[in-house]
């Protein structure tokens, strides 16, 4: 709570302008050397000055203890398309919810965080070449097969740690990375198209094991043809990942087809790999098997829905087993109840019993 308190405290006058000299001079004290201690952790704060600071920050209390919040502790980036700054804020605080709810309850029920995270040698200065070889190299030494969508998300959650979480989006979030100081978290669209979702996760992938070295912005554009260079590295990392060379040879040649077949073939070989044929037909210009020319001859609209006239697909259900097993376990052992839940994850109490079931895991009535 010190921690907290202290991370609250430091998120709050920043938000208002302060200097710590000038909350210092406030809260009577010496110097700001106080502060700081309090706003690092190192101090605890007494009752009184934390009825001070809710006076002088003009807050409540809540805004310093509630830990189901992510007030001044996450930092996000989210992938986005003309998304305004007050709704897309609004959609943050949700989601701050839902993970400060995961880290709480984990903290609770003694589950342990990694104590090592994994990361990329990658740099801006790296190349796009450096990114796919990187991308190929994660596939191959995680042997994601011939199919890798279909094993990452379990992959990044129970290899690497990484909570991936399926969400209800507002319209124009296709997916975000969260990056707290004990835990990684993916969020993904669940109403995209099963391509774009996977695509979605491995380009956050690559923020989450490049964060360190080049931090990704607040707010990126979604579009594959970004110039944001940290973002065409994502996208040439996300390709490798999901469609690695050995993936691709099974297909035999690229080479001798009239423009019907060609995109014949590549909408077939997507929906195969369960990306989109767009993503497919620029990663087979990266390696080399579709010259740039052909490649964008051919129109968008041909490889709309990877060549299918009915685009309708199922999305997969809210969240992920991983962060609804440890919500059952708080909730078992007594942390938290299913209204709070409830509450807390928008989800109405009748639709708990369903979305526990789909997971496989007990009921709330069961708990």
Request: net charge negative.
């Amino acid at each position: 709570m010190t921690q907290l308190i202290g991370t609250r405290v430091r998120a709050l006058r920043e938000a208002r302008g302060f200097t710590q000299d000038h909350l210092a001079r406030q809260l009577g004290f010496n110097d700001r050397q106080t502060l700081s201690a309090i706003e690092t952790g190192e101090r605890r704060v007494s009752a009184e000055e934390l009825l001070l600071l809710v006076r002088h920050l003009g807050a409540s209390l809540d805004d310093f203890t509630d830990p189901f919040r992510l007030d001044g502790e996450g930092k996000f980036s989210w992938r986005q398309t003309n998304v305004g700054t007050p709704r897309l804020s609004d959609y943050e605080r949700t989601a701050g919810r839902w993970i400060a709810v995961f880290r709480t309850l984990a903290h609770q029920i003694g589950r342990k965080t990694p104590l090592l995270r994994r990361s990329l040698g990658l740099t801006r200065q790296s190349s796009y070449e450096d990114a796919a070889a990187a991308g190929e190299r994660f596939a191959a030494e995680f042997d994601l097969g011939l199919t890798p969508a279909l094993s990452l998300a379990d992959l990044i959650e129970r290899q690497l740690g990484i909570l991936v979480l399926m969400v209800d989006a507002i319209d124009g979030v296709s997916g975000a990375a969260c990056r707290l100081p004990e835990l990684d978290v993916v969020l993904i669209n669940r109403h995209e198209v099963p391509g774009r979702r996977h695509f979605d996760l491995a380009h956050e992938l690559f923020h989450i094991l490049t964060w360190d070295t080049m931090p990704p912005e607040h707010v990126e554009d979604a579009a594959e043809t970004s110039k944001n260079r940290i973002e065409q590295l994502a996208n040439n990392f996300a390709s490798a990942v999901l469609m690695p060379a050995k993936a691709l040879s099974r297909f035999g040649g690229w080479s001798g087809f009239d423009d019907e077949k060609l995109i014949a073939k590549i909408n077939s070989a997507a929906r195969e790999l369960l990306v989109t044929a767009s993503a497919l037909k620029w990663r087979l210009v990266a390696t080399g098997q579709l010259s740039g020319p052909l490649a964008r001859s051919i129109s968008d609209a041909s490889l709309r829905h990877n060549g299918r006239e009915d685009s309708v697909t199922t999305a997969p259900p809210l969240f992920s087993k991983p962060f609804l097993e440890v919500i059952a376990d708080g909730m078992r052992q007594g942390h938290i109840s299913e209204r709070k839940v409830s509450s807390l994850l928008d989800v109405p109490t009748d639709e708990f019993a369903h979305l526990f079931g789909v997971y496989g895991l007990a009921g709330p009535d069961e708990l």
